[in-house]
C-alpha cells in the first residue's frame, strides 16, 4: 500500500473513531477522561458533547462541583459540591429512572473535588453511576456513558499513600478513552519551535513564574479567526487491546450551526496554520510511482535530467547474425579525434 492510499485510509479511519466517540455510537467508550487545564478548559468539549447527544436523542445527566447555571440540552442537572457522594449516585439513578431513552450520557464537569473526599473508593463509584437502570430480564440494556473532566494543575489536597496510585493514575488505568486538551496557539508556537530545532516553549504555570497563571496566546494579524478553537489529543483502548493515538481539531461552535450533521472536527494536520506547504510538495511527490532507489531530486534538477541527450542503441537493424546491438553517436566540433591515433 502506498503511502499517499495509507494516509487517506488512516485520516477516514480515525475520523469515524471520533465521530463515534463525541456521538455515543455503539457504547464505544464507557469511561472517557477529559485532562483539561487553565490553558484550555473542558467547557467546548463538554458543549460538543451535549450538542451531539441532542441531536442522537441521549438522556444527558450532568453532576456539577463547578457550574451553578444548567446547561442548555442538559435532562437533569445535579448540584454535586456540598453533597455525599452516595447522594450524588442516588439522584444520577433518580434523574433517569421514568425516562424513554435508550441510551444516556453523564458528565462530571470535574471530579478532582470529588477525589479530596475521605473514604471513596473511585473504581466503586463511578461503576454505581453506570449500573443498568430499570433493568429487567430479557429487556434492550441501556447503553450509558460517563464522561469525567480531570483538572491537571489542581494540586490534590488528599495524602497519597506511597503504596497506591495516585488517583490521575487510576483514573487513566479505568478510562477506555483518555482526551487530552491544548491551546491551538501554543501548539502552533511548539511546532514552530520544533520545525526550526528550538526548544519547546512553555505556557502557565510551567514557566515557573511569579504572577503567571495563564500563558500568553500568540495571534497574529489577519490569523485570529483560524487561531480559534481547541486541539484534542485522543488516546482510545480497542477491545483487544491495541491503542490508537491521534490528534485533532475542534473549531468554535460559533463556526457551524447547533443541528449541524455533517462531521466538523477534522485531523490537526489538515489545519491551514499547522500543515505545512512542504508537507503539500511532498504529498504531490508520493503520488509519483517510487522505485528502490530515490534520487530526491529538487524541480531544477528535474528539468536538467530531463533535458540530457544520451546516446542511442540502434539494436533492430543489424549487419547480419551476431552483430547484436551497437552505440551510434555523431561527433562534434566540440569533439578532439584524430583519424591518425584512430587508426593505430
Known sequence: MSSTSSLSHRRTHNLLLISKLLSLRDTASPLTLVLDSLEQPAKPLLNEYIRRAQISKVHVTFISFENLKRPNGVDSFILASRKKPADVAKEVVAGYFNSLHKRRLIIIDAINPLLSKPGIHLPSYL?????????????VPIQTSLVVTYHRDVVSTKPQQSYAPSDLSMLSYLSTTIITLHSLSHILAQKAAHDRSLAAPVFGLEEQQEGIIIGKTDQSKGQEQYVEGIVIEMEHRRKSGRGVVEWYF?????????????????LLEDHPLYRRPEDDIDAAEQDEPGSTFELKLTERQRRDREGVVLPYFDAQSGDGPGEGGRILYDMGEEDDFDEEEDEI
Do not use: D
Not at 443498568?132 to 430479557?138: C, L, R
Not at 475542534?250 to 477534522?266: D, F, G, H, M, N
Open 250 to 266: 475542534l473549531p468554535p461552535a460559533s463556526r457551524y450551526s447547533a443541528q449541524e450533521v455533517k462531521e466538523v472536527i477534522t
Open 127 to 139: 461503576g454505581s453511576l453506570i449500573a443498568p437502570v430499570n433493568a429487567t430480564p430479557g429487556s
